[in-house]
């Protein structure tokens, strides 16, 4: 193992910067101080992860409910969920592509308190129409669908550039970390809120589809007994996902203020410091073209790692429990299995994220592998595969399988591979670089999630 480990490092194309202090570097770059970490920050910079994931794992989540909605249009309802995923990938690519184009003199600060602003007013919007608005058509409750993916996906492009290029700013790898866990947990809490919601919530008692029963595909007859899902659930569901965006953002602006202060006082006391949170920050320009050849495994491994994960919700939404419907418990009913079966997923994902803690398990110095693992993950749509989808029955027909095997283990190496190479950007430029790499990576890791959602259209059985 020592002789191929050897090996392996020989053929490294490039290797880690050190952080250079000599007196061509740019003292005043935040990414040149040293870095002093605070559990505060930590804790800030974690809920802002949560806040910048939460939009798009609660619309995943909320499948049922959509389903639901859109019961009276067979077609929508067969391919919502295709396209919302592209509609959100699509509308986040763009929005992040232009403003990794706009590093000059950017107001990060101002982008992330955007992005929590839009994501308050779509939120409170979604759990309104829960209660009003009821007699709309699925045509028309499709559209406002849209339009709500639209900007929510448009609130996360600004707060994955802000985020991303905010926090490599202040040089702590640990940091970039808390972000990626946030994220994680982003996934597990809409899951667990949709089925407590689900559960506590008494339904009409909708028959579900019998296991020899697909959908019809006919796109003017209405799906066949979508899951039963009470707008009282839904309602509590958006909500709390306008009061996480309250807390996330009251949470950054006390950042903003505290990150001031801070350097406001090492400036008082003839500190050559900037202040980090500075909105009229100059920054250097880096062509893309520059990050991309510093960063060519980790961009490319990034983009692979989630334009194959991005069959996962369609599959999620499509495969049901192996057992009879005469057999199955609430919990395995269509309206809480789904969840129940992204907080697997969001299970996984989570524990890769908090894997990459650990140093004995970090890749951050071994790209190619990083690489190698990233498409080797293709093997997963296969296994979804063996499921039971649209309930015609599994080829493994386990639910164990599907939930733990297929489930946790897609969503572990999709948290651990893209966590690797979001934190290991920052070792691989110079320093003052690691602003518009942060944003870049970014960028690579929405590409993957737009490429993949396209994709999305053509699996799924």
């Known amino acids: 193992m020592d002789r191929l480990r050897k090996l392996w490092q020989g053929e490294q194309p490039y290797e880690p910067l050190e952080d250079r202090t000599s007196e061509s570097a740019d003292h005043d770059h935040p990414s040149t101080k040293p870095a002093t970490f605070s559990y505060i920050n930590y804790t800030i910079f974690f809920l802002l992860g949560i806040s910048?994931?939460?939009?798009?794992?609660?619309?995943?989540?909320?499948?049922?409910?959509?389903?639901?909605?859109?019961?009276?249009?067979a077609w929508i309802s067969?391919?919502?969920?295709?396209?919302?995923?592209?509609?959100?990938t699509a509308t986040n690519l763009v929005s992040v592509l232009v403003l990794a184009r706009l590093q000059a003199n950017a107001s990060y600060p101002k982008r992330i308190i955007s992005s929590l602003i839009i994501n308050m007013v779509v939120f409170l919007l979604l759990a309104l129409f829960t209660r009003v608005f009821l007699d709309i058509g699925a045509q028309g409750y499709f559209g406002f669908?849209?339009?709500a993916i639209f900007s929510t996906s448009l609130a996360t492009g600004l707060c994955q550039n802000g985020v991303f290029a905010y926090v490599a700013g202040f040089g702590e790898a640990r940091?970039?970390?808390?972000?990626?866990?946030?994220?994680?947990?982003?996934?597990?809490?809409?899951?667990?809120a949709q089925i407590v919601s689900v559960l506590s919530v008494p339904t009409a008692g909708r028959p579900t589809p019998h296991a020899g029963h697909p959908p019809e595909s006919d796109?003017?007859?209405?799906?066949?007994?979508?899951?039963?899902?009470?707008s009282s659930s839904a309602f509590s569901y958006f909500l709390t996902a306008t009061i996480i965006s309250v807390i996330t953002l009251l949470a950054f602006v006390y950042l903003v203020a505290r990150t001031h202060r801070h350097n406001q006082s090492l400036q008082n006391a003839n500190t050559p410091e900037t202040d980090t949170m500075d909105a009229a920050t100059e920054r250097k320009d880096v062509p893309l073209l520059t990050l991309l050849s510093k960063l060519r495994w980790l961009a490319s491994a990034v983009f692979l790692t989630f334009a194959i994960t991005m069959v996962f919700p369609v599959f999620t939404q499509r495969i049901l429990s192996v057992r009879p419907p005469s057999e199955q418990t609430e919990i395995l009913r269509p309206a809480a299995f789904?969840?129940?079966?992204?907080?697997?997923?969001n299970i996984g994902d989570l524990l890769g994220r908090l894997l990459t803690a650990l140093p004995s398990l970090s890749l951050v110095q071994r790209p190619k592998v990083l690489l190698i693992l990233a498409a080797s993950r293709i093997v997963f749509l296969g296994l979804y595969h063996l499921c039971n989808i649209r309930g015609r029955g599994a080829v493994v027909e386990s639910d164990f399988f599907y939930l733990v095997i297929v489930q946790t283990f897609?969503?572990?190496?999709?948290?651990?591979?893209?966590?690797?190479c979001m934190i290991g950007a920052g070792e691989w430029v110079d320093p003052e670089e690691?602003?518009?790499a942060g944003g870049f990576m970014g960028l690579c890791l929405v590409a993957g999630l737009t490429v993949g959602s396209l994709a999305s259209f053509l699996v799924g059985g």
């Open 52 to 73: 910048m994931l939460w939009a798009w794992n609660m619309f995943l989540a909320a499948g049922p409910y959509f389903q639901m909605r859109f019961r009276d249009n």
């Open 78 to 88: 067969e391919n919502f969920q295709a396209a919302e995923i592209s509609v959100s």
């Open 145 to 147: 669908l849209i339009t």
């Open 175 to 192: 940091y970039t970390q808390g972000i990626m866990t946030g994220q994680a947990v982003a996934g597990v809490l809409p899951c667990i």
């Open 219 to 230: 796109e003017t007859t209405p799906s066949p007994a979508p899951p039963a899902v009470h």
């Open 338 to 345: 789904i969840p129940l079966a992204f907080l697997f997923w």
């Open 410 to 420: 897609f969503g572990l190496t999709n948290g651990y591979l893209g966590s690797s």
């Open 434 to 436: 690691r602003e518009a």
